[in-house]
């Protein structure tokens, strides 16, 4: 192979090394084209698919798995058949048929994706994997000839939005198809391999944890860099270096001690060193390029606009002139209008001091900017969200994680083992540095051994999220028929790995019957059957816990009943939760739907609503006070003056106790006292033999012991019985819902309105095919079925509380329509126990109205419902395209009126235009 030096090999290695190219010609001819020599992992799969085999490679990010992938299309090359090359994301697809263009040229070589169709019949066509998906699922005549398929980043099948893709690909490929999975490391590689052998045959897996960069790991300490290990042994042993302890323990003392004054951010939160700070320190030793990641974009964007303030420049002149000669390359087809509207200027000024932002809400023109000037070395810091992690070719020299924590659109959840290998795995360009860093910024609340657990930790295990969709049933059933789409369905990762738990516990299940017979034999009693003695004991415990729910739910309705007398005014006591004691109701809170939410004052001069869960019994004012008309809660003035009252008010001592929470009396069991259900129980067990029994209590400890297993055991007994043949039950589900309104016949067959929906690839594609169906879009224009559809594909970021508005006329007719019939069928999917179609989003409506309209991009992106600003621009053209994709399908769905047809093409004319029409090829 290239690289070897084989005068300095014994005759016995020279031998070998023959032998080998002899065997595989294939492999010696790619690598002898290489300018690398390849590393045992590479030459191991590569030696794999040449004999045959499919592979499953698992390596760390920037180990080069995608010279697999490359070798699978030599491979086919070679042959004269065809490779499919799938990438998750079309920036990716982008980037791998640059790079396959380069090698083998532009004759040989296509893209299909959502936005590019380019040499589609070529021998090798990169494309996204929906794209094969659907492929397969229509029977395209492209599959001719198919030899190899690489599905790169095949750990994407966990995601559980788009997931269940990869898995619907690799059950369906042909037989005669090889598949090259290409992984990030998992730590359950084997039981995917596993699945792997089931589904596609002999498959290979080849594992390497080696980085070919080593890295290391860093904390910055305020102004200080501590290594994290000591050496490569500690690494091992997560022993954290002893001088980041020691200066650790010694910053939370001065933070301790400085109560607020140590670099400390409003509500005196500890904010680190500045963003520019971090920046030089990196400069300084060296490690620039770096990626710099803050799970915000605003939080991006602030960072580069901080570095700018403070004056910092990573650029020399020469450098600046090469940047600016790119970016005006690169931009010269967007107009100066809407340049000036994307911050084109501020944007430009931080390229040209070598700084950029990276996230989902820039323009992809510009992040592809960015990306091709990091990549050249003349943007020297990124600051990043951690969708740069996600398969783009980015690597850095250094990584810098400023927090552990990350918003993932529900919550602040930490970062997981595998998350954190996935960022710090860009540190290290292969072939440029000897060595690639990773830095964590430290605060008071990053424990170094926590860090050290991260960094040391690999597990990450790679978790189907596949469930049969609407569409995905027609298909299946149009094509193998009904039972074997189910037996299809068995035979997915998911289904694996859920058949595989129920291995395990099953045989905790059997443990527990044994155990249990055991503890039947302890509590044997000579006087009687105590089995029987102890389910009375069991049934006077339930009795009286159901009695005591009764009394709280009573006492509940009470309270929330007296909550609903309130009024403006109102002094009461607020006997739990955080804002216990006085209160002043200012607004009673009971106009809406669902339980009463009183806004009141607290004496503390807190404003602010309270829940009904804070009242346990019935809530009586205790006095009186006058709120005045134009009074401002928000107003901490008003806030005083009002509370100055409450403390003016003179009550009665006794008015003072009112409503105080009473000690629990005899009145609390009086219903379990008068109950004669309990009773007779009671009765029951006083009169059971076992009752006068001198070892009852020893019995009874055992019975218990056997209750509890027993319950577990029940409980145990419910997973297997809810996981074995789970996915096939939830199909069945789909398909009957599919047969009540039209779509399958009794018999299984898919009729017309079932071949429509085959050809719908959405999370809303039944909804889009009933809208269809009932001609919701027949009296729509352009502009208004373009609004129209972006119900069905938008989800803002976060929820709104009101309704957004929507343009007046038909579209408002065709939206209400659309909102009932997603009623109805959520309504048919509750009452089967299904979840497939999400709820839907007016958000962005107007913007896509006004845009199809041709209004400005200014007035476009300030029309987003529920934004306090204006909506980023990047997120503009991802939900646009994704309209663009929804109005496509429905230009070439099969049983869609010709109007609407016909519309949805004049709407794509439309809404091509200005940020949308730029290219995405870069």
């Not at 002893?242 to 933070?255: A, K």
């Not at 430009?348 to 932002?357: F, I, N, P, Q, V």
């Not at 607290?602 to 309270?610: L, N, Q, S, V, Y």
């Not at 509380?801 to 209400?816: C, F, K, L, N, Y």
Request: net charge neutral; charged share 30%.
């Amino acid at each position: 192979m290239s690289g070897t030096e084989e005068f300095e090999a014994s005759p016995a290695d020279r031998y070998e090394a023959a032998r080998q190219r002899a065997e595989r010609p294939a492999l010696t001819e790619f690598a002898d084209e290489l300018d690398f020599a390849l590393d045992p992992f590479q030459a191991e799969a590569c030696a794999a698919l040449e004999r045959g085999t499919g592979v499953l490679v698992c390596a760390p990010t920037g180990a080069g798995k995608t010279v697999v992938g490359e070798f699978a299309v030599h491979l086919a090359l070679r042959q004269g058949r065809k490779c499919f090359y799938t990438t998750p994301i079309k920036a990716l697809s982008n980037q791998k048929y640059n790079d396959l263009v380069g090698r083998y040229g532009a004759e040989r070589v296509g893209l299909l994706t959502g936005d590019n169709a380019i040499n589609g019949d070529a021998p090798v066509v990169v494309m996204t994997t929906e794209v094969l998906r659907n492929m397969l699922y229509a029977g395209s005549a492209t599959l001719q000839g198919l030899s190899y398929v690489v599905m790169d980043e095949v750990h994407y099948l966990a995601d559980r939005f788009r997931g269940a893709v990869w898995e619907e690909v690799i059950i369906h490929l042909p037989e005669s198809v090889t598949l090259v999975s290409l992984s990030a490391t998992v730590s359950n590689a084997e039981e995917f391999a596993d699945w792997l052998v089931t589904v596609r045959g002999e498959t290979s897996v080849v594992v390497s944890e080696h980085r070919p960069v080593p890295l290391w790991q860093h904390m910055l300490v305020g102004k200080r860099m501590f290594d994290l290990f000591h050496d490569a042994e500690a690494a091992q042993k997560h022993d954290v270096h002893p001088e980041l302890l020691r200066y650790h323990r010694e910053m939370l003392r001065r933070v301790e001690l400085a109560g607020g004054d140590l670099r400390r951010g409003k509500r005196g939160r500890w904010t680190g060193p500045y963003r520019q700070e971090i920046v030089e320190r990196l400069d300084r030793e060296g490690l620039l390029p770096a990626i710099l990641f803050i799970f915000s974009r605003a939080g991006c964007d602030a960072a580069v606009q901080q570095c700018l303030a403070a004056g910092l420049r990573l650029t020399g002149p020469d450098e600046r002139a090469e940047i600016r000669t790119i970016v005006e390359e690169r931009t010269k087809h967007i107009p100066s209008e809407d340049l000036q509207v994307l911050g084109y200027w501020e944007w430009l000024d931080g390229l040209e001091r070598g700084l950029a932002a990276h996230h989902a809400g820039m323009l992809p023109a510009f992040k592809e900017v960015v990306e091709e000037l990091f990549g050249r070395g003349l943007v020297k810091a990124v600051f990043a969200t951690e969708t740069l992690a996600l398969g783009i070719n980015m690597p850095a020299r250094c990584v810098v994680l400023e927090r552990l924590v990350k918003f993932n659109g529900e919550a602040h959840v930490d970062l997981t083992p595998g998350e954190y290998t996935q960022l710090t795995g860009r540190a290290g360009r292969r072939g440029i540095d000897v060595e690639g860093h990773a830095v964590v910024v430290w605060a008071p609340e990053i424990d170094p051994r926590h860090v050290a657990g991260l960094a040391s930790t690999r597990t990450y295990p790679l978790k189907s999220s596949f469930r049969p969709s609407y569409n995905m049933a027609v298909n299946l059933v149009g094509s193998v028929g009904f039972a074997a789409a189910r037996e299809l369905l068995e035979s997915s990762f998911a289904q694996f790995q859920a058949d595989r738990s129920v291995v395990g516990l099953a045989r905790q299940v059997q443990r527990n019957t044994e155990t249990m017979a055991t503890y039947g034999g302890e509590m044997t009693c000579h006087l009687g059957d105590f089995e029987q003695y102890f389910s009375i004991r069991v049934a006077i415990a339930d009795r009286e816990k159901a009695i005591a729910r009764q009394g709280v739910q009573q006492r509940r309705a009470a309270a929330l009943e007296s909550l609903e007398r309130l009024r403006s005014g109102d002094v009461i006591r607020v006997p739990a939760g955080r804002r216990s004691g006085l209160a002043i109701v200012i607004d009673p809170g009971t106009g809406g739907f669902g339980e009463p939410r009183p806004l009141v004052l607290t004496e503390d001069r807190w404003a602010g609503r309270i829940s009904g869960a804070d009242f346990t019994t019935p809530v009586e004012p205790i006095g009186r006070v006058r709120v005045p008309r134009q009074f401002n809660y928000r107003s901490a003035q008003d806030r005083r003056d009002l509370a100055a009252q409450l403390r003016r008010v003179d009550f009665a001592p006794e008015e003072r106790e009112r409503g105080r929470p009473g000690r629990p009396g005899r009145s609390r069991n009086s219903a379990a006292t008068d109950d004669h259900e309990l009773e007779a129980l009671r009765a029951s067990l006083r009169r059971h033999p076992c009752h006068r029994c001198p070892d009852r209590e020893e019995h009874a400890r055992w019975a218990e012991r056997r209750h509890r297993l027993e319950r577990d055991t029940e409980a145990l007994r419910g997973k297997v019985a809810s996981r074995t043949g789970s996915l096939a039950r939830t199909f069945d589900r789909v398909c009957g819902l599919l047969t009540d309104r039209g779509y399958l016949t009794e018999t299984s067959e898919v009729t017309d309105a079932g071949r429509m929906l085959a050809r719908i690839w959405s999370e809303t594609d039944l909804l889009i095919a009933e809208c269809l169906r009932r001609g919701v879009w027949d009296k729509l224009g352009p502009a208004e079925l373009a609004a129209a559809a972006s119900v069905l594909v938008y989800e803002a970021r976060r929820e709104s509380e009101d309704r957004a508005s929507v343009p007046r006329g038909e579209v408002t007719d065709a939206i209400d329509t659309t909102l009932k019939l997603w009623a109805d069928l959520r309504d048919d999917e509750d009452s089967r126990g299904l979840q497939l179609t999400r709820e839907l989003d007016l958000g962005f409506v107007w913007p896509m109205y006004r845009w199809a309209r041709g209004e400005s991009l200014t007035k476009v992106l300030g029309s987003v419902h529920g934004l306090e600003g204006d909506m980023p621009a990047g997120d503009f053209v991802r939900w646009s395209r994704q309209v663009l994709d929804l109005l496509g399908q429905l230009a070439e769905a099969t049983g869609a009126p010709d109007g609407v047809r016909r519309t949805a093409r004049q709407a794509m004319t439309a809404v091509t235009r200005g940020v949308l029409a730029y290219s995405v090829m870069g």
